[in-house]
Every structure is written in structure tokens, then in C-alpha cells.
């Protein structure tokens, strides 16, 4: 079994930064493609950044594109999330996950994922 834990979040003001940590345990990291999620209140889960096992093929979601850059180490067994430029529209809980099959490339769909962290809360204010 999978174990995430996020790291990370908190208030910033717009046009601050954050970096966000996923700590994976419980399963072979390095072969699992990994994702950034968020769910703000009132809306669906959607798709930020993804990155497959090797750190040379990512995806962004067109609203942080030039802003957010996800990057894995996996001699540590972690995913970064960093973000730039936040905007208010950014407020969320972030999620990391872990695609559900070892060397799948899981692209921006959600539903390919099957190992969930927690989650940290991300607020950027005005």
C-alpha cells in the first residue's frame, strides 16, 4: 500500500510562492507516474501537473502553465509542486497521488489515480 503525505501549504498573498512536498512510502516510488490535484470548495477535483516515472514527461494544466513546475526525486521518494505567480483562483486543497498501475502513464485524468494523500490546504489572498 501507497502512504502520501503532503506538505507545504498555507496562506500567501497573490504573486507569492509556495512549494509543495509529496513523501511517498509503502510501495516502489520510482515506477509510478505522480500527479498534483486540487479541489477548491463547491468545485470537482481537477488536474494541476503531472510527471511520469522518470521526471522527463510532465503535463500542466493550462491555468498554472508558465507558473507551476512538479519535479520528483526519487532517491528521497518525493514530489515537488512549485508554484509561482499564486492567484486567488489557486485557493484549494492540493492533492499528490500516485497512479494506480507501475509504469502507467496516467496523463491528466484523475480517475488514473488511485493512491490519494491527504491533502494541504493552499489559500492565496487578494
Known amino acids: 500500500q501507497a502512504t502520501l503525505v503532503e506538505s507545504g501549504g498555507g496562506l500567501v498573498q497573490a504573486g507569492g510562492s509556495l512549494r509543495l512536498s509529496c513523501a511517498a512510502s509503502?510501495?516502489?516510488?520510482?515506477?509510478?507516474?505522480m500527479g498534483w490535484f486540487r479541489q477548491a470548495p463547491g468545485k470537482e477535483r481537477e488536474s494541476v501537473a503531472v510527471?511520469?516515472?522518470?521526471?522527463?514527461?510532465?503535463l500542466y494544466a493550462d491555468s498554472v502553465k508558465g507558473r507551476f513546475t512538479i519535479s520528483r526525486d526519487n532517491d528521497v521518494s518525493t514530489v515537488y509542486l512549485q508554484m509561482n505567480s499564486l492567484k486567488p483562483e489557486d485557493t484549494a486543497v492540493y492533492y499528490c497521488?500516485?497512479?494506480?498501475?507501475?509504469?502507467?502513464?496516467?496523463?491528466?485524468?484523475?480517475?488514473?489515480?488511485?493512491?490519494w494523500g491527504q491533502g494541504t490546504q493552499v489559500t492565496v489572498s487578494s
Open positions: 497521488a500516485a497512479e494506480s498501475i507501475l509504469g502507467r502513464w496516467g496523463g491528466m485524468n484523475p480517475r488514473a489515480y488511485g493512491y
Open positions: 509503502g510501495r516502489t516510488f520510482s515506477g509510478y507516474t
Open positions: 510527471i511520469d516515472w522518470s521526471g522527463g514527461r510532465t
